[in-house]
């Protein structure tokens, strides 16, 4: 959607526009109250501050329709390509490779009672398994301000992919 269109839209539909880029309500809202943007970069900057920090909630919400990292989302939402979109650096990997990531994501999963979350778009298998290695390491707190993070910055990559100029 062009930038014009988005400022214009009646608010339930720039809401939907949004969601596919963080399924956190009270950030679609804040971004969509805060139009008109006379640019591209006043958006993503105003959708930053609206996204910091993001709740233990809000991450929860977001993540009930993320997919496990080295799996393919399913369906044909806008929300699904993007994920598919994002992890074509993991896929394919080796099968050493994969079955780490696996068995990576059930570790995380136990320790922190969630899917692991990461921007994958840009990076290789190799070097999220690395860092979900590196992450289960972490405490909850600090796992809970890193996923916050990376909500972040999944929620400002995919805004920039959905309203252009």
Known sequence: ????????????????????????????????????????????????????????????????????IGERADGDSREAALSRSEQTGVDPVDEEVQQALREGNRRYENQFGRVFLIRAAGRSAHEILTMLRARLQNDAVAEERIAAGQLREIALLRLKGTVTA
């Open 1 to 68: 959607m062009l930038l014009d269109e988005f400022n214009h839209a009646d608010r339930s539909e720039a809401i939907a526009v949004l969601r596919p880029c963080a399924d956190v309500t009270r950030w679609c809202e804040a971004v969509v109250d805060r139009r008109p943007y006379d640019s591209i970069d006043d958006l993503v900057v105003e959708a930053a501050a609206a996204a910091d920090p993001f709740t233990a909630q809000e991450i929860e919400a977001a993540l009930a329709h993320h997919p496990r």
